[in-house]
């Protein structure tokens, strides 16, 4: 089971470190440097990127084999070559003003991100508009979890209140709206229009992404009779049936009932392509803090690249281990504690906007969101077996 889910993250982190060797050779860097430098960012990547291997579960297990296999395979190039390589470099060149050629030589050069002029500078300046495109994303995606039904409650109090104040039309943009304003005329004043545009581009991002996936979803089990289509009843990963985030397992609109594209049989077509999209825009967001936080470690941007790739690689295989193990199922709060993970990180992104945030804060606030969700759903298990035992007899059927 192991080499069989984590199979191509051993391959990749072998061939990883390879290329970090050669490159530590050939660029005077020194191979034990290079391979330490490799090791250090795939550790950071995966500790800042956990919670998003348990969100990703939730939308992967809704989509049928084929576009499972897509998510693990174009997905995972997009994930890598994409976002930790292309898209920082397309970043500065747009932001600074520079030509595709330029940026590449620049970001070859490395430099300080102290140090005006620099690949690693012009990033950094650029910050403000990730974290606010991020950010917003990231908290819309909470507050509609927040907001909207959830099969379990973790922590009780405030999720009923969310539910009860969700009964509100479009709740979750006001508030995301709000946080957005807010930010953008107090703290975040130096960049008040960068802020304003690019949150509100994030606000906009989700709304497209999640309103195209339930309307082709829709569509799609209208015309396959409610999902019962031959390609999506023969091909269902084995495990867990958690609804995506915020769902509680029924497809809900308005009020902030609805988290993510959703679908309660083996998303395929149109759907399962903007379950696809959505993913990306998800691992994009969740991508840019790594992608930022690995200057403070190394301004090499091949280095970052290759260290933050077999990181990312091992998110994927996580992923799909979560998927098959039917562990969202097993562990019925892990779901809440990701996502209240994700509106930590979006506040932190926001935060960020003018205020450094340590890269090892935002990594042990997620973490430690999972392993109380984690000890709670063990707790929880543990108090009503009754609950462990309908499970494990519906996931058997």
Not at 265 to 293: H, M, N, P, Q, W
Not at 369 to 380: C, M, N
Request: proline content about 4%.
């Amino acid at each position: 089971m192991i080499l069989k889910t984590y199979g191509w993250s051993f391959a990749v982190t072998i061939a990883g470190l390879v290329l970090a060797a050669w490159y530590g050779l050939t660029a005077h860097l020194g191979i034990f440097q290079a391979l330490l430098l490799v090791a250090i960012l795939c550790v950071l990547e995966i500790s800042l990127s956990f919670d998003n291997a348990v969100v990703n579960a939730t939308v992967l297990e809704r989509m049928s084999d084929f576009w499972q296999k897509i998510f693990l395979s174009v997905g995972i190039i997009i994930a890598v070559f994409g976002m930790r390589l292309v898209f920082p470099i397309v970043l500065v060149s747009v932001t600074a003003g520079l030509g595709p050629v330029e940026t590449v030589e620049l970001a070859l050069q490395g430099g300080d991100p102290e140090e005006p002029g620099t690949y690693g500078y012009e990033l950094n300046q650029a910050h403000p508009t990730i974290a606010a495109f991020g950010g917003m994303f990231l908290l819309m995606l909470f507050l509609n979890f927040f907001f909207g039904e959830k099969e379990h409650h973790w922590l009780k109090p405030l999720e009923r209140f969310g539910e009860r104040a969700g009964k509100l039309e479009a709740v979750q943009v006001v508030v995301a709206g709000a946080v957005l304003l807010v930010a953008a005329e107090t703290f975040a004043t130096d960049h008040g229009r960068t802020v304003l545009a690019s949150g509100l581009a994030g606000i906009l991002t989700y709304l497209l992404v999640n309103g195209l996936g339930e309307l082709f979803n829709v569509e799609e089990h209208l015309e396959h009779g409610e999902g019962h289509d031959e390609a999506e009843r023969d091909t269902p990963l084995e495990g867990g049936g958690a609804p995506v985030p915020g769902q509680g397992g029924t497809s809900t609109t308005g009020g902030g009932g609805a988290s993510g594209p959703t679908g309660v049989a083996k998303a395929t077509g149109k759907a399962a392509f903007f379950l696809f999209l959505y993913l990306e825009v998800l691992d994009a967001s969740f991508s840019f803090d790594g992608v930022i936080g690995a200057f403070a470690i190394t301004s090499d941007p091949i280095i970052i690249a290759i260290g933050l790739g077999v990181g990312a690689m091992y998110i994927r295989s996580m992923t799909v281990h979560l998927v098959k193990e039917g562990t969202l199922a097993q562990y019925p709060y892990l779901e809440n504690g990701a996502l209240w993970a994700i509106g930590a990180l979006a506040v932190i992104l926001i935060i960020s906007i003018e205020v450094h945030v340590p890269e090892v804060v935002t990594g042990l606030i997620g973490l430690a969101f999972i392993v109380a969700a984690l000890i709670s759903s063990i707790v929880h298990n543990r108090r009503h077996p009754e609950d462990a035992h309908v499970q494990a007899h519906a996931e058997a059927h």
